[in-house]
């Protein structure tokens, strides 16, 4: 039943990296910058949604969780670009991300309850799904400098722990 927003996000942000790979164009360091803090953002925000929405403990923990790594990594990207000075560079990836991210916080804000619940954690595995595999293929590939490349590679190890945490509450969820 609430496959449609996952998949719809998780879509999303593969077709907004897509043309990037297709076109053998690799992002620039400041728009990976800007995209991964972008991702980190936007799970700060569904993760404050579900502290204030969820009555589910295991929800609640979770939500926790994320909030405090992605806002922990977000420094540290933050502190890099500043003692790299580079300005991070919106771009149509990161937009079309916060886009996406926008659309799903106002249907997850609809929901009570259980279902809310279940879409949460439903979109929290399909979006780390999604964000390891642009780390993955494409943006630590794509870094050229050597500490935000290891920053990134860092942030995949955590956020590859989030996505079995994620599928791990989802599986208590049922």
């Known amino acids: 039943m609430f496959k449609r927003p996952t998949a719809a996000l998780a879509a999303l942000f593969l077709m907004s990296t897509a043309p990037l790979a297709l076109a053998a164009e690799k992002p620039t360091d400041p728009q990976i910058a800007h995209i991964a ?19 589910n403990k295991e929800v609640v923990d979770f939500a926790k969780d994320m909030e405090r790594d992605h806002a922990a990594v977000n420094k540290q990207a933050l502190d890099l670009v500043k003692k790299l000075k580079v300005t991070p560079e919106d771009n149509d990836t990161s937009k079309a991300l916060a886009k996406a991210a926008e659309e799903e916080r106002a249907k997850l804000a609809k929901l009570k309850g259980a279902d809310f619940d279940k879409a949460y ?31 990134l590679e860092t942030g995949l190890k955590i956020f590859q722990g989030h996505e079995q945490h994620a599928e791990h509450v989802a599986g208590m969820l049922k």
């Open 37 to 55: 803090y972008t991702a980190g953002s936007i799970d700060i925000e569904a993760a404050k949604l579900a502290i204030k929405k969820s009555k």
């Open 121 to 151: 954690i439903e979109n929290e595995v399909a979006y780390h799904k999604q964000v390891d595999g642009a780390l993955e293929t494409l943006l630590i590939p794509s870094a050229s400098n050597a500490e935000l490349k290891s920053l």
